[in-house]
C-alpha cells in the first residue's frame, strides 16, 4: 500500500497559481503511475494530470490541458501539480492518486491509493 500526502492548497484569486505537492511513501514500489484528481462540491471526482515514475510521460484532462504542469521528482517519491491561470471553476478538493498499471488513466475507479485531499480555492 502506497500512502499519499497532498499539500499546498488554499486561496487564490482567479488568474493566480498555485502549486501542489504529493509526497508518496510506505509500498512505492507497487506505484507505476501517480494522478491528480478533484472534486468540487455535487460533482464527480475528475481527472486532472497523471505522471509515470519511470519515465515521466504525462496525461492532462481536457479542462486543465494548457495551464496545469505535471511534474515528479523520483528521488524524493514526490510528485507536483503547478497550476496557473487559475478559474473559479477549478475549486475543488484535489487528490492525489496511485495505481500499479499504466491503463485507464483518467478513470478513478483503478487507482489503489488516495491521499486525503487538499482544498483549492479560487476566488476574488
Known amino acids: 500500500q502506497v500512502q499519499l500526502v497532498e499539500s499546498g492548497g488554499g486561496l487564490v484569486k482567479p488568474g493566480g497559481s498555485l502549486r501542489l505537492s504529493c509526497a508518496a511513501s510506505g509500498g512505492t514500489r507497487d506505484s507505476y503511475l501517480v494522478a491528480w484528481f478533484r472534486q468540487a462540491p455535487g460533482k464527480e471526482r475528475e481527472f486532472v494530470a497523471a505522471?509515470?515514475?519511470?519515465?515521466?510521460?504525462?496525461f492532462y484532462g481536457d479542462s486543465v490541458a494548457g495551464r496545469f504542469t505535471i511534474s515528479r521528482d523520483v528521488a524524493k517519491t514526490t510528485m507536483y501539480l503547478q497550476m496557473t491561470g487559475l478559474h473559479p471553476e477549478d475549486t475543488a478538493v484535489y487528490y492525489c492518486a496511485s495505481k500499479p498499471t499504466l491503463g485507464s488513466v483518467p478513470r478513478a475507479d483503478v487507482y489503489s491509493d488516495w491521499g486525503r485531499g487538499t482544498q483549492v480555492t479560487v476566488s476574488s
Open positions: 505522471i509515470t515514475w519511470d519515465s515521466g510521460s504525462t
